[in-house]
């Protein structure tokens, strides 16, 4: 069936480096746009970034961009998050998700339909 | 603050008809941008419940519509079960941000 399981989540102090991995089974990885979500504890969830399949096209949310990077490895069925200069405000589950888009009546929508179990991100 | 706005909570007994609101702006849902619906459970990850603001995926229940006008969206469930005591989210794209957007959650009690 189709999965994804998030790893390298931890403890890191107030302004080190991270990298998460998702590994993607089930479907055919290079198909599909690739997402990472993020959930502060006892908070919402917070879009974090996306990937295009190829990786021609990345996307940032404005409280990561220039901090955090998106990549994957098709071959692989790996995709990634290297997070640097964390803070505190990055402390929370991060999930991998699998992107969907469809066209609406006027725009393009985009969704997440296989997501991961999450993996926590402590910065303190 | 989120840019899509939900009530925290909402409540309803054992089969009513509920109704949860994402009121967003001109330039996200007001400007034509579908809504996409997620149920997230204590302690696991989302679930995709409602795409493309009507659509439902394979294996999300009947008893779960959605519907958008305006600048905003509508998850309605029917026949409430205990089940559905959890918490739901909205999700759109904003093209002024240029970034996907989820709404601030809303808690689902079931009396």
């Known amino acids: 069936q189709m999965q994804l399981v998030e790893s390298g989540g931890g403890l890191v102090k107030p302004g080190g480096s991270l990298r998460l991995s998702c590994a993607a089974s089930g479907f055919t990885f290079s198909d599909y746009y690739m997402t990472w979500v993020r959930q502060p504890p006892g908070k919402g969830l917070m879009w974090v970034s996306y990937i295009s399949t190829t990786s021609t096209y990345t996307s940032y949310a404005e409280y990561v961009k220039g901090r955090f990077t998106i990549s994957r490895d098709n071959a692989k069925n790996l995709v990634y998050l290297q997070m640097d200069s964390l803070t505190p405000d990055d402390t929370g589950v991060y999930y991998c998700a699998r992107g969907f888009s469809g066209i609406g009546d006027v725009h393009y929508y985009f969704g997440m339909d296989v997501w991961g179990q999450g993996t926590t991100v402590t910065v303190s | 603050q989120s840019v899509l706005t939900q009530p925290p909570s909402v409540s309803g007994a054992p089969g009513q008809r509920v109704s949860i609101s994402c009121t967003g702006t001109?330039?996200?849902?007001?400007?034509?941008?579908?809504v996409q619906w997620y149920k997230q459970l204590p302690g696991e990850a989302p679930k995709l419940l409602i795409y493309g603001s009507t659509n439902r995926p394979s294996g999300s229940p009947d008893r779960l519509s959605g519907s958008k006008s305006g600048t905003s969206a509508s998850l309605f469930i029917t026949g409430l079960q205990a089940e559905d005591e959890a918490d739901y989210y909205c999700q759109a794209f904003d093209k002024i941000l240029s970034t996907q957007l989820f709404g601030g959650g809303t808690k689902l009690t079931v009396l």
């Open positions: 001109s330039s996200n849902i007001g400007a034509g941008y579908d």
